[in-house]
């Protein structure tokens, strides 16, 4: 079992930068990729962007891309999500999981969700 905790959240003016941290611990097995979800109220959650296990391949979401980053540290076995030019449509709880199975819907491939880190961005 592998637990997650991420960290990095606040509160930010539009334009700002905040840097997400994903920690893991415990068990690794069937991992594929980590990602960062994010989750408005009253909308679904969305990936907003993933690295392989391996490290050798990122995706970003359309909303992501130009403005934020994710890289991993497997010295410390943690996953951050860099974020610039955050901007007003960016607030949400953003989570880190793991991506254990290949198959099925993007959402239903992920496990072991953390308790999520607030983002806010003021105007």
Same mark, same amino acid.
């Given at each position: 079992?592998?637990?997650?905790?991420?960290?990095?959240?606040?509160?930010?003016?539009?334009?700002?930068?905040?840097?997400?941290?994903?920690?893991?611990?415990?068990?690794?097995?069937r991992t594929y990729?980590?990602?960062?979800?994010?989750?408005?109220?009253?909308?679904?959650?969305?990936?907003?962007?993933?690295?392989?296990?391996?490290?050798?391949?990122?995706?970003?979401? #359309?909303?992501?891309?130009?403005?934020?980053?994710?890289?991993? #540290?497997?010295?410390?076995? +943690?996953?951050?999500?860099?974020?610039?030019?955050?901007?007003?449509?960016?607030?949400?709880?953003?989570?880190?999981?793991?991506? +254990?199975?290949?198959?099925? +819907?993007?959402?239903?491939?992920?496990?072991?969700?953390?308790?999520?880190?607030?983002? +806010?961005?003021?105007?």
């Open positions: 079992q592998v637990q997650l905790v991420e960290s990095g959240g606040g509160l930010v003016q539009a334009g700002g930068s905040l840097r997400l941290s994903c920690a893991a611990s415990g068990r690794t097995f990729a980590m990602g960062w979800f994010r989750q408005a109220p009253g909308k679904e959650r969305e990936l907003v962007s993933a690295v392989s296990w391996s490290g050798s391949s990122t995706y970003y979401a #359309d909303s992501a891309k130009g403005r934020f980053t994710i890289s991993r #540290d497997s010295a410390k076995n +943690t996953v951050y999500l860099q974020m610039n030019s955050l901007k007003p449509e960016d607030p949400a709880v953003y989570y880190c999981a793991v991506q +254990t199975k290949l198959s099925g +819907t993007i959402r239903a491939n992920y496990d072991n969700w953390g308790q999520g880190t607030q983002v +806010t961005v003021s105007s």
